[in-house]
């Protein structure tokens, strides 16, 4: 791969990437500790960590027009998650420095005439409004919970809100108000007051809603039919809404497994799913769930068993990734932490269990980020079922085409962002319940009120288009990877090579691997020393930077981005400071690619 230039997006040239490029060790810990030669180079970044410059464009917009000086904004898809931010921020700011609060509601002008894709989009936004200085506290809730808007989202909805198309839900804007507004683009309708008594008549005509008044003039009718085309060429983009419940379908049958190949969306009819998916009976479409990113699927499962069952501490079983750890310490009664996730672990919280203490649920991955070690399910799995817990499994890294973890768990949830797409250029997460679980009607019904369905659809339609050959993908990736770690192993500077294949956890492994699974695109290492593993990640030549499961390699001091402000305490779980992390792509030289790097690590004296 060419250099990618620090800050530049990961792909380069890519509005909506996922990752940015942080391609020496100095420049991770510059953006850790906020140097400006790293930051200020940055023209975009992980989404949940780093807000897309298309969202801050809007939230400054929707501040100049409806917020007061002194406020920051947060933007949310629905007035349920920006409720939900709102509280956090009550809950964890200082009463005092709270201040003036609102959420405001985004919606298409009412007093308009709307083209039928556009109506049926739906698109709003709602944004929390709070005092500049307690930014930090709603930003940890937008890191934390994924239930912020997309920069796709936000990037269409700011389109209209320039054009004077979104407007205040709790209130109608004056003829006055949009006589002053200078529309420079658009048909001359847009240009003078409408009134929100006129809606459509089935004929396509315009008709007065209460007061009878006559027909409107043939120039009127022109207009709105003028208004109408123009929006679907303005905002359509060639964005054929009537596919877009279909490529959901198809997304969720992928995730059951039971679609392999590629689908006709537009076909009326998809096929039917197996009785037996993902090993368990009568798993259906609608016990699967897609969510705007990974994280929001750990964070609406939490709320769901928090209400579907007795608010209780969780487990956090293994060394997770930083967010999950977080939710379950700040949305909840708290939680019971395993860092090493082993067999002495599992006895410590039998006996416990045994002492009469009580759980809402045990979360864990499989495998675990970023030592790839898996957690012993069956033995899990029997203590959840003797001491009346749930089991939640994030098997982002380990994929459902190598792996089956759903007979084990009551979840199972997972991050499409990033093996699943591949592309690294949109976000997404999934949730599956376990249709045989003793909590599956609990789980159920508390769905209805923990879940919204907010997935963007731009996003869910390039989400569908990636994951076309997500299965095919797996096989190259995971013979790259087995690949990479024999060049790692078999040299004096690498300490430790972490992969399901070579951990001492494999036989959990094995205990989930499916007849034709590998071990996956994940891999670390750590190397004699910080100079020998600076020299090799400096030299490495491939992307540098956050996430993983990218369609081509993606490598980062994992614990320098994840833990900076704490690698004392990643160190006390085994987590090694100095650690690199590999996420493996599909290029056909990285024996090579990775022999170079090796070699420039050994000129370190």
């Not at 230039?5 to 906020?34: F, K, M, Q």
């Not at 993908?473 to 060049?487: G, K, M, Q, T, Y």
Request: with cysteine.
């Amino acid at each position: 791969m060419a250099p990618i230039d620090l800050g530049d997006s990961i792909p380069p040239n890519t509005a909506h990437a996922v990752s940015v490029s942080l391609p020496t060790w100095r420049a991770n810990v510059g953006y850790e500790e906020g140097e400006q030669w790293v930051v200020g180079t940055m023209v975009t970044g992980y989404p949940r960590f780093f807000i897309h410059k298309a969202i801050q464009a809007l939230s400054a917009d929707i501040l100049s027009k409806h917020g007061r000086p002194g406020q920051s904004a947060m933007l949310f898809p629905t007035r349920r998650t920006a409720q939900r931010c709102a509280d956090f921020i009550r809950d964890k700011a200082e009463p005092s420095a709270v201040g003036d609060l609102s959420i405001l509601r985004l919606v298409l002008d009412p007093a308009k005439e709307f083209a039928e894709p556009l109506r049926s989009l739906s698109p709003s936004i709602c944004a929390v409004l709070f005092p500049q200085e307690i930014f930090p506290v709603a930003k940890q809730y937008w890191q934390h919970s994924g239930d912020g808007v997309s920069s796709r989202r936000a990037e269409f909805c700011h389109g209209l809100f320039r054009d004077g198309l979104l407007t205040l839900d709790d209130r109608s804007p004056s003829p006055r108000s949009w006589q002053q507004q200078k529309m420079r683009r658009g048909p001359k309708r847009y240009q003078r007051g409408a009134s929100i008594d006129e809606t459509k008549g089935s004929n396509g005509h315009t008709h007065g809603a209460t007061n009878g008044r006559p027909s409107p003039p043939a120039e009127e009718l022109a207009d709105s039919l003028e208004s109408s085309r123009f929006l679907e060429e303005r905002y359509g983009r060639n964005l054929d809404v009537s596919l877009v419940e279909n490529a959901k379908s198809a997304i969720r049958r992928r995730i059951a497994g039971v679609l392999t190949t590629d689908l006709d969306l537009a076909s009326k009819s998809l096929p039917v799913m197996d009785s037996n998916a993902r090993g368990v009976s009568n798993l259906q479409e609608h016990d699967i769930y897609l969510t705007p990113c990974g994280m929001n699927a750990i964070f609406v499962t939490h709320q769901a068993l928090l209400k579907g069952r007795t608010p209780q501490k969780s487990i956090n079983f293994g060394f997770p990734y930083v967010d999950t750890l977080k939710i379950l310490q700040k949305f909840g009664p708290g939680a019971m932490f395993y860092g090493h996730g082993s067999s002495a672990d599992l006895d410590d919280l039998e006996a416990r269990l045994q002492a009469g203490e009580k759980f809402l649920a045990l979360f864990c991955e499989f495998p675990g980020n970023p030592l790839l070690s898996c957690p012993d399910l069956a033995r899990i799995r029997r203590l959840a079922d003797t001491y009346d817990f749930a089991v939640v499994v994030d098997e982002t890294v380990g994929n459902f085409v190598n792996v089956n973890v759903l007979p084990f768990a009551d979840v199972v949830v997972s991050s499409l962002t990033k093996i699943f797409s591949g592309d690294c250029n949109v976000m997404g997460g999934s949730i599956i319940l376990n249709p045989g679980g003793r909590y599956y009607g609990a789980l159920k019904a508390a769905m209805a009120d923990a879940y919204e369905e907010t997935y963007w659809a731009e996003d869910v339609v390039f989400m569908e288009r990636n994951s076309r050959d997500f299965v095919t993908r797996i096989d190259r990736i995971n013979a790259n990877a087995e690949v990479i770690c024999s060049v790692l192993e078999a040299h004096d500077l690498v300490t430790k090579v972490y992969y399901p294949k070579y951990n001492d956890s494999r036989p959990n492994y094995e205990a989930c691997r499916l007849p034709k699974g590998g071990y996956g695109g994940l891999l670390s290492c750590t190397l004699k020393t910080k100079a020998h593993a600076v020299a090799f990640y400096d030299a490495l030549e491939t992307a540098k930077g956050p996430s993983l499961g990218t369609n081509f390699t993606l490598t980062s001091p994992y614990v320098i981005l994840a833990h900076y402000q704490e690698l004392d305490w990643a160190a006390s779980f085994g987590v090694d400071p100095n650690l690199l992390r590999i996420s493996v792509g599909l290029e056909d030289d990285l024996g090579e690619i990775f022999a170079r790097a090796l070699r420039a690590a050994e000129a370190v004296q």
